[in-house]
């Protein structure tokens, strides 16, 4: 369950592409080749390049590129777009370095939306509207994105008719009877509250530990196994269980 933080990078270069899994079939890589790139600089970064004080991380640009997966069955298409910048980065000897420039990627929309985790037939379909919408905004705002992973939880505990009271009282209340994910629930709670209150920078590693709590929780609330460890103990109690 546990998310790859370097997958879900806000930013990217050419020679470091993320391989995301298609949205659509779940089982292809989306491929993102330079020629699907397409750059518009601002009109800001044409102005700062006539000037004395330029240097590249004046450059600044939006681009749209199409993604493409590689599943012959599939073949879904994905639109990805954002920002691009410059940065001037060293390499060779660390002693005496040179410098070259790079260019960023930062996706700031993407359509239809990437899945951070599985979303299962087996949550309620207004659990996973919410998280569908957490997805989204991942890319887009991260404050907004921390209030819904809170929202999920609330949801989550109204579906288990866990009603009255604030979050934090609901959470003890449904604790009562899964104390090993109080920890977590509350995890997830203070996130959100600080979210609420913009109380701090919310960061992109603190948003992926909430969707790894997220799911986790998810999965011991609604009694996950997976069919093909469901179907094998299916099979040899079966076949075993009226022989000593």
Not at 131 to 147: P, Q, T
Request: hydrophobic share 35%.
């Amino acid at each position: 369950m546990a998310v790859d933080r370097h997958l879900w990078t806000k930013e990217f270069d050419l020679a470091y592409r993320p391989s995301w899994t298609c949205p659509l079939c779940s089982k292809g890589r989306l491929a993102l080749f330079k020629e699907n790139i397409k750059e518009f600089e601002t009109t800001q970064s044409k102005y700062d390049y006539q000037q004395d004080y330029w240097d590249p991380s004046f450059y600044k640009a939006h681009f749209c590129a199409t993604m493409k997966c590689d599943n012959l069955i599939c073949g879904e298409t994905v639109v990805v777009s954002g920002t691009v910048k410059w940065e001037d980065l060293p390499f060779g000897d660390p002693n005496f370095p040179e410098f070259g420039t790079e260019v960023f990627y930062c996706p700031k929309y993407i359509i239809p939306f990437l899945h951070i985790f599985p979303l299962l037939k087996t949550y309620p379909e207004e659990i996973n509207s919410l998280i569908k919408e957490a997805f989204e905004l991942y890319w887009v705002n991260n404050f907004s994105c921390a209030n819904m992973i809170r929202a999920i939880l609330e949801k989550v505990l109204e579906e288990q008719k866990i009603t009255k009271g604030t979050l934090f009282e609901r959470i003890q209340t449904f604790c009562n009877d899964k104390p090993d994910l109080k920890e977590y629930l509350e995890a997830i709670r203070h996130i959100g509250n600080s979210a609420s209150h913009r109380e701090k920078e919310i960061a992109d590693s603190d948003l992926l530990s909430g969707f790894e709590l997220l799911e986790f929780c998810l999965s011991k609330i609604y009694n996950l196994v997976p069919s093909n460890i469901q179907k094998s103990a299916n099979e040899l109690t079966n076949k075993y269980k009226n022989k000593k």
